[in-house]
Structure formats: structure tokens, C-alpha cells
């Protein structure tokens, strides 16, 4: 099935390569370059944000894409859980996209997001929420969180105090959730998350 346009745009991107080449990365595998989700549902109800690509997905000869892949690595295992486990669905139902498409530059022995990047970045995350018009966003943790306040101002200010509350965003409802990063879970319990996730599916039910 042929990209729309605004989907085409973002896998061509090279905005950040041409004005702040380092604040991407670059090593001896390549280049980094956007990833979306493949097979994602572009008519979902639910579409969540997460922070940045990481290494695995960009750089692993059988993925090249936003995963969610079980058994990949502990967020991925977690994540996978929440969504087939508490929402009953296939991650083909549902729609992930990172805050930040490329992966960015390494720094000590991680991968952290600086706010230019994450801005160069924002006329993709609007025209994604503009396009599938998903009547819930859900952000995953705090970069995804203040992505979105560039977009529409929200008065959440702490993820960890106000995740599983719905508030009213942008014309839909912001259901802000907590990274299912293993720092995720040290910070807020994985019973916690699940908790948070059993509400979203309350409310998806109730749409």
C-alpha cells in the first residue's frame, strides 16, 4: 500500500542531516534515518508517542522500523505485554510513533534528546496527529509529554503524578502514561502501568 504524502515526507526526511548533523547519529553501521511503524493502523483510535528511535531498530538488518518486538529487550517485552495483554490488541491496531524519528547522537553510553532535536522533528509528529485525527494521544514518558506541549498547551507538568488521567488536548483526549522503559518501571511499578493501561482501555471502550 502506497505511503500517503505527509507518511512519505517523514520516511524521506533529512532535515536534521542538513541543519544539526550532530545531534543525529553517526557511526561505522551508518547513518541514522526516521523510522516509522510498519503495519501500524492508520485509522486507529489510540495513537501513542514515545521519546526516539533506538540502535536495535535502526541499525538491526531485520528491522529498520519502529518495533514494539517481543523478546527484543525489556521495554520491548513489557510494551508488548500492555498491549496485547491489557488492551487486547495486536500492535497492528494500534499506531506507535517516536517523538524524535532519527536516532539520536551517543552520548557517554546513551542516546539522550536534545529539545532542537525533538523540534526539528515536530512539524512530523502534527501532521501525523492532523492526518489519522486519533481521538486519544497517549505519550510515554516525559519527551514525548513536552513534544506535544509544542503542539497544544496542556498543564501536565509531573508524568509520574498525573499518568492515567485523561485531560481534554487539542480537540481529542491526552492520556499520558509512563515510559515502559526499564527506567520506566524502576521510577513506577510495572503494577502501576498496568493499572494506567487498564483505564485507557476503559476509556477506548467507552468511545
Known amino acids: 500500500m502506497k505511503d500517503p504524502t505527509w507518511r512519505a515526507l517523514q520516511r524521506s526526511c533529512r532535515r536534521c542531516h542538513d541543519a544539526c548533523p550532530s545531534l543525529i547519529y553517526s557511526g561505522s553501521e551508518g547513518d541514522a534515518r526516521p523510522l516509522l511503524h510498519e503495519g501500524g493502523n492508520l485509522k486507529t483510535d ?22 514494539i518486538c517481543e523478546g527484543t529487550d525489556p521495554t520491548g517485552t513489557f510494551l508488548n505485554a500492555l498491549v496485547r495483554d491489557v488492551l487486547q490488541r495486536s500492535p497492528e491496531e494500534v499506531l ?17 534528546i536534545p529539545a532542537a532535536l525533538r523540534d526539528q522533528c515536530l512539524p512530523h509528529l502534527k501532521a501525523t496527529i492532523d492526518a489519522i485525527d486519533p ?17 497544544a498547551k496542556h498543564d501536565i507538568k509531573n508524568i509520574t503524578e498525573e499518568a492515567g488521567v485523561p485531560v481534554s488536548w487539542y480537540g481529542r483526549t491526552l492520556f499520558p502514561l509512563v515510559s515502559a522503559s526499564a527506567l520506566g518501571q524502576a521510577n513506577y511499578s510495572a503494577e502501576k502501568q498496568r493499572a494506567d493501561w487498564r483505564a485507557l482501555s476503559h476509556l477506548l471502550e467507552d468511545l
Open 135 to 151: 481521538p486519544v494521544v497517549a505519550p510515554m514518558g516525559g519527551v514525548a509529554l513536552k513534544a506535544l506541549s509544542r503542539i
Open 46 to 67: 489510540v495513537l501513542f508517542v514515545l521519546a526516539a528511535a533506538n540502535h536495535d531498530d535502526t541499525f538491526n538488518p531485520d528491522k529498520g522500523h519502529v518495533t
Open 96 to 112: 506507535f510513533m517516536n517523538s524524535v524519528l532519527c536516532l539520536p547522537a551517543k552520548k557517554a553510553s546513551g542516546y539522550p
